[in-house]
């Protein structure tokens, strides 16, 4: 006797997905990190997400990036301006910051990934 029903998802599974394979392309030059804050939620980063990070993708403009600041990490969307560069908020609470030698800004790699946890529990 057979118990439930067939599922028509049955017909569209691809198989197995392994996330580390998806996400990481470069292991040695990929590290994770996590997200604290709300100055990205315009770009969907919110605090508590999980950001896979690659060290070794040349940063463009565009791009979100961790980079150093103040002593500490951020992470910012990495802006072409008229006299440079700039870290700039995804938030319009926030300021933008410009990425100069004086400053001491380095950046520490390229946002491949965020990964949100929907369900809060």
């Known amino acids: ?8 998802a049955d017909d569209h599974l ?7 394979e998806l ?16 100055s990205m939620t315009d770009a969907g980063i919110q605090s ?4 896979v990070v690659d060290r070794s993708v040349q940063p463009h ?3 979100v990036v961790v980079a150093t600041l103040d002593g500490g990490l951020t992470v910012k969307t990495l802006r072409k301006v008229e ?13 933008s910051f410009p990425v100069n030698d ?12 965020a990964v949100s946890a929907l369900a809060k529990r």
């Open 61 to 63: 403009d565009g791009d």
């Open 48 to 51: 508590g997400d999980l950001l």
């Open 83 to 95: 006299d440079g560069w700039e870290l700039a908020s995804a938030n319009p609470d926030y300021p």
């Open 23 to 38: 996400m990481v392309k470069r292991p040695a030059a990929t590290f994770f990190c996590r997200a604290d804050g709300d």
């Open 1 to 8: 006797m057979a118990a439930g029903f067939p599922s028509p």
């Open 102 to 113: 004086e400053e001491g800004v380095q950046i520490w790699g390229v946002v491949t990934f």
């Open 14 to 20: 691809e198989g197995k997905l392994d996330l580390h």
